[in-house]
């Protein structure tokens, strides 16, 4: 099975691996989990949850967008958020809500929320991935 990794123009680029995967075949899409970064790697939303899950799920959609995808075609998501605790869960999907309005539908494929102690970047609260396959 051929494997082909893409940059994305409108996310940061990252020497140690690519942002997205793509098996041929079936069309399985694999997006690196995204963090708040903007196009330049400026970390959107310090200390606010709920604008880095929206900025988090935006950098999903645009590294699917660059592949020929949307969030329609997310099978799967992986959530990782630092320091999890329910009461954290209004922030989160007040992230998911600004976003779903921003992309036009609300994206709720199957996932994962996962409570990590840490993430790469310190201003990083939260990390998502996704599988997605595209016709």
Not at 3 to 19: F, H, K, M
Not at 31 to 58: I, K, R
Not at 105 to 125: F, Q
Request: charged share 15%; glycine share 10%; net charge negative.
């Amino acid at each position: 099975m051929a494997i082909t990794l893409v940059n994305p123009s409108g996310l940061p680029e990252i020497d140690a691996y690519r942002q997205v995967s793509i098996a041929t075949g079936s069309k399985l899409v694999f997006v690196a989990g995204q963090v708040s970064w903007d196009a330049d790697g400026v970390t959107v939303g310090a200390g606010d949850l709920a604008a880095q899950v929206e900025q988090c799920y935006l950098n999903v959609a645009t590294a699917l967008a660059e592949v020929g995808g949307s969030f329609g075609d997310v099978a799967k998501l992986t959530v990782y958020v630092v320091d999890w605790s329910p009461d954290k869960m209004p922030a989160f999907l007040e992230g998911v809500s600004r976003a779903a309005a921003k992309l036009g539908g609300t994206p709720v494929p199957p996932g994962t929320l996962l409570g990590v102690a840490a993430l790469d970047v310190p201003d990083h609260l939260v990390e998502l991935e996704a599988t997605a396959v595209i016709d």
